[in-house]
T-cell receptor, first 113, second 117 residues
Framework: GNSVTQMEGPVTLSEEAFLTINCTYTATGYPSLFWYVQYPGEGLQLLLKATKADDKGSNKGFEATYRKETTSFHLEKGSVQVSDSAVYFCALGTSNTGNQFYFGTGTSLTVIP | DAGVIQSPRHEVTEMGQEVTLRCKPISGHDYLFWYRQTMMRGLELLIYFNNNVPIDDSGMPEDRFSAKMPNASFSTLKIQPSEPRDSAVYFC???????????????FGPGTRLTVL
C-alpha cells in the first residue's frame, strides 16, 4: 500500500541552524512527493514538490530530493529562521489512487532566536 | 483567486446537535477533499469527490457523518448527532486535474475548528 513515515518531533533549533526532517515512503506505482507546511491556526500550504526520481523541489530556502533508491524525500534548509516555526508534513500521491494524498504525521519545528 | 473558503471558522455546539460545515473550492478544481485533524490521530482523509461524485468515503468514521457536493462550487460535511469525540479541525482541500501524468496539487482551506461540549 501507500504510506509515509516522518521523523518524530518536536524539533527545536536555534536560528541559523541546519534543518533536516526525514521522510520515507512506501508506494505502489510511481508517486509524486510533497512537503506541506502548517503555520499555527492555518491550513496546510504546499511548500515544495517533486514528481519523479532525482527531481529536487525547492522553495523559500527549503529543498528536498526525490530518492527512489532509498524511498526518501528528506526536507532540508541551510539556515532556519524564527518564522520557519511550523508543522511540516510529508505526503505522497499516486495516479492509481485518483488524486488522493497520503500524509505523514507531521513534524513540529520551533526555531528560537 | 480567493483560495478554498470554509465556513464557519469556529463552531461550538452541544452534544446531540447537528453540525454543518461548508466549503467552496477553487474555481476550476475538480477534486474536493474533506480531512479531520486531531492531536491524537493527526490528519485523516474522510472523503473525496471528483466532478461532484464521491469517490472514496472509507474514511468517514460512522453513519453520523455525511458529505455532499451538489455542484462544482459547494460542498458540505454534516455530523448528526454530534459527539464530544468529533471535536477537531476539519479541513477542505481542492485540486485541479493532473497533467501529463503529474498529480494536481491540493490546496487547503483555513479549516473549521469544531468543539462539541
Amino acid at each position: 500500500g501507500n504510506s509515509v513515515t516522518q521523523m518524530e518531533g518536536p524539533v527545536t533549533l536555534s536560528e541559523e541552524a541546519f534543518l533536516t526532517i526525514n521522510c520515507t515512503y512506501t508506494a505502489t506505482g510511481y508517486p509524486s512527493l510533497f512537503w506541506y507546511v502548517q503555520y499555527p491556526g492555518e491550513g496546510l500550504q504546499l511548500l515544495l514538490k517533486a514528481t519523479k526520481a532525482d527531481d529536487k523541489g525547492s522553495n523559500k530556502g527549503f529543498e528536498a530530493t526525490y530518492r527512489k533508491e532509498t524511498t526518501s524525500f528528506h526536507l532540508e534548509k541551510g539556515s532556519v529562521q524564527v518564522s520557519d516555526s511550523a508543522v511540516y508534513f510529508c505526503a505522497l500521491g499516486t495516479s492509481n489512487t485518483g488524486n488522493q494524498f497520503y500524509f505523514g504525521t507531521g513534524t513540529s519545528l520551533t526555531v528560537i532566536p | 483567486d480567493a483560495g478554498v473558503i470554509q465556513s464557519p471558522r469556529h463552531e461550538v455546539t452541544e452534544m446531540g446537535q447537528e453540525v454543518t460545515l461548508r466549503c467552496k473550492p477553487i474555481s476550476g478544481h475538480d477534486y474536493l477533499f474533506w480531512y479531520r485533524q486531531t492531536m491524537m490521530r493527526g490528519l485523516e482523509l474522510l472523503i473525496y469527490f471528483n466532478n461532484n461524485v464521491p469517490i472514496d468515503d472509507s474514511g468517514m468514521p460512522e453513519d453520523r457523518f455525511s458529505a455532499k457536493m451538489p455542484n462544482a462550487s459547494f460542498s458540505t460535511l454534516k455530523i448528526q448527532p454530534s459527539e464530544p469525540r468529533d471535536s477537531a479541525v476539519y479541513f477542505c482541500a481542492s485540486s485541479p486535474p493532473g497533467r501529463g501524468g503529474s498529480l494536481g496539487t491540493q490546496y487547503f482551506g483555513p479549516g473549521t475548528r469544531l468543539t462539541v461540549l
